[in-house]
Structures are given as C-alpha cells and as structure tokens.
C-alpha cells in the first residue's frame, strides 16, 4: 500500500530534551516536506526537500532541522525543544511532473506536546 | 503572495441538506487550488484540485468545487450531507517556485454533521 508512515503518533516531552521525528514513505516521491498544523492557522511549512542532500527552509523553520539521506526517509529533529513547538506535525511527499499541480500525499500526523 | 482566506472556521448542517464550505484565494497569477479533508485523527486526504481544465471540478464522496476567477473563489459543496462527512476541510493554493509546488493552507473548517 502506498503511504507516508511517520513516528511516533503520539509524543509528550519536556523543554531542551532533544527528540526526532521519522517520517518514511514507500513512493519513490523525490519531493518530501514538513508542516505545523496549528488552530486558526491550518498547516504551515517548516522544510521541504527536493531530493536526497537537498533541503530548503519553508515558512516556520526556527527550531528545527532535517536531513535527507535516503529517498524514501525525511526526519524532523528537535534540538531543544520549547512549549510553543507544542503542535500537530504533518510530513508529506510528492512526486514532480506537473509542476504547480502536483498532488502531495500526507502522513498521519505527530501530535507532539512540549512541557 | 499567494494566499487563501475560508470563510467560517465551523460549520454545522443537518444529514441530508446542502454543504457549502468558502474559499477565497488571492494571487497574481493562474492559481492552482485544491481542497484536502482530515478526517479525526488521520491525515490529509486530498479531495479535488483545480488545474484549469475545467471550472467545475468533481471530487471523491460526492463533492465538488467551482472556480469563480472574477469572484476569486473555490467553494466547495455537497448536495446532500451524510454523517461521515464530518471532518476539517482545507483550501489550499500551490504556490510553484524553484521547481517545487509548495501548498499554501487556509485555516481549515470544521464541519459537523447533525442527524
């Protein structure tokens, strides 16, 4: 079955506690991404990437990182993280060849609460 | 920059009665715009996306959207609203820069459904 997995589902933590957050799909999609879904604000882009090695900021990228090593896994890592990183985490892929109407498929979310 | 504004961020209607849930988009260019519902506790799921081929586009579960470009509008309906219709639904609007579509959401609304 064709999906973007992510783990955990669930995580609570405590400020400055370092914590990563997988997220792997089984497309072959080139294009991976990140976004914060918060209330009133629906989903904002933290990083995107556009193949293995190649990662760019999107709109909220302050406290975060990523890497791409591998095609298929795009992790978002929290150095030190703070309460206002509390938030559900959404990681997406896609696959170029329609430009701008490329479908992007999401995984089922993180919903991480930093105390 | 391109951006999406929905009008109501919770609406309610009976089983059986008409769903319209507003988009408005603001862009320089030909938009590309594209409805996503997140059903509880699951991801995003892609509903329907406008691509300019045609105005009126049809969706999946009964759904559809019409792109009004003098109205810069993208409203989604349903004629006839079934309780497996409650869920948060977003507009978003591709934004294609650097070889990469990136989303751009809406605040999302939430609608339930009442028998």
């Known amino acids: 079955e064709a999906q973007v997995t992510q783990n955990p589902r669930y995580l609570i933590t405590v400020t400055g506690k370092k914590l990563t957050v997988t997220c792997s799909q089984n497309?072959?999609?080139?294009?991976m991404s990140w976004y914060r879904q918060d209330p009133g604000l629906g989903l904002r882009q933290i990083y995107y990437?556009?193949?293995?090695?190649?990662?760019d900021k999107g709109d909220v990228p302050e406290g975060y990182k990523v890497s791409r090593k591998e095609k298929r896994n795009f992790p978002l890592i929290l150095e030190s993280p703070s309460p206002n990183q509390t938030s559900l985490y959404f990681c997406?892929?896609?696959?170029?060849?329609?430009?701008?109407?490329?479908?992007?498929?999401f995984g089922p979310g993180t919903r991480l609460t930093v105390l | 920059a391109q951006s999406v504004t929905q009008l109501g961020s919770h609406v309610s209607v009976s089983e059986g009665a008409l769903v319209l849930l507003r988009c408005n988009y603001s862009?320089?260019?030909?938009?590309?715009l594209f409805w996503y519902v997140q059903y509880p506790n699951q991801g995003l799921q892609l509903l329907l996306k406008?691509?300019?081929?045609?105005?009126l586009v049809k969706g999946i579960n009964g759904f559809e959207a019409e792109f009004k470009k003098s109205e810069t509008s993208f409203h989604l309906t349903k004629p006839s609203a079934h309780m497996s219709d409650a869920a948060e639904y977003f507009c978003?609007?591709?934004?294609?820069?650097?070889?990469?579509?990136?989303?751009?959401f809406g605040a999302g609304t939430r609608l339930a459904v009442h028998p």
């Open positions: 978003a609007v591709s934004e294609f820069s650097g070889g990469y579509n990136k989303l751009i």
């Open positions: 997406a892929s896609s696959s170029p060849g329609q430009g701008a109407t490329d479908t992007q498929y």
């Open positions: 862009s320089s260019v030909p938009p590309y």
């Open positions: 990437s556009m193949n293995v090695e190649v990662t």
């Open positions: 406008y691509t300019s081929a045609a105005t």
């Open positions: 497309m072959n999609h080139e294009y």
